[in-house]
């Protein structure tokens, strides 16, 4: 045995090291920690939908369950389960996708984003990112050792950065990741931006995500997949899931869309990592995508929360924001010599109301994000607790 000279200062390896706790789940860590002192909190920080799934879902859920459906899967997913999801977005945007070869199902979009990145990224590798950006993103590419390179879309209107993203390309980019419906702006991407993204692709041999998730939970227009432009799955992977529009977010499940080659390296991944999703929970997912109901509810109800919201904001001498088109947060801009992480700190210990800092999403300026997926009552009262603060720090 050898004799080590030197202790070393901790077990844990340089990519353990390296991955951030994520900025979204801190937030509500720390929200959670104060309500078991027994402090009332009025949580807007988490995206987590405040409706219960829908019934129909849980009894497809406990059927399995009874039936015995309750040993491993495939690792790609039930195959009933894939192509019902192959043959909605084959529909939707004349691609011809494989169910064998082209779909996979993860334990949430977070694990197909996860086993994605792992699949293209190389150390070194860099992937442009449009900022403000879900961080996930940025703390699974760190994790991996590649770089980011943010590009900026909250200056002005929030208009798509078009000449930016052709200005952050360099030898070391791998990939663009774009999130539309975006978290936590709630943009939508028009055509134009999406035969952009294609463009990139091809010209410079980019590969690009597609983060979907939001999709079904649009206010005024639908959003149209990036599939929709690029008529084919080279080099593009479609990232969605069931947490958002059928209110799934602890059922764990997501599912990706790309070819073959980079299905396949997932699927050995997942292999290693969860061997499958849940299997009564595959089956409630196949329940679930045939369900358009609840969503319409749920959308109408977020819709009407915006509404109400933006009504506070336009009065406020605070707070500004741009209107979301999708999905279900307000980015909201404020007035005051202090920095959002110090300012959303101080709106949960004084105020008991959580949110989230714009530094979580990439950005310095004084932003936050207020999540509108919980009951328009707490909206309210939460926005007129930080209209109050804000008033005192302006002093
Ligand atoms: N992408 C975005 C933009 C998100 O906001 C989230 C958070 N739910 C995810 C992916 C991951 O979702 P899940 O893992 O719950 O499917
Ligand atoms: N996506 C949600 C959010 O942005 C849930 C938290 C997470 O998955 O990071 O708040």
Redesign the pocket.
Known sequence: MCERMTKRDSYISDCGMRVPSSGTMKAATRARELEAQGRTIIKLGI?EPNFKTPQPIIDAAYKAMNEGKTGYTSSRGILPLREKIATIYSKETNVEINPHANVIVTP????S?FSALFSLINPGDNMILISPY?P?YQGIATFIGAKTKPVPAHYGDFEFPFESIKSAIDEQTKLLLV?SPC?PTGAIFEEDALRFIKDISEDYDIYIIS?E??KKITFESQYVSYLTVTETLDRTLI?D?L??SHAM?GW???YSIGDKELISSMNRLQQNVSSCVNTPTQYAALTALDLTEPTKMMVAEYKKRRDKAFEFIEKSAYLSCRKPEGAFYLFIQYKGDICSDEFVSRVLEEKSVAVTAGTVFGVQENYFRLSLASKLEDILEGLKRIDDLLEKINK
């Open positions: 995206g949430g979009a977070k694990a984003l879900w996930s999130n978290n983060d998730i939001y990232i899931g947490s958002k977010t764990r499940i997501g």
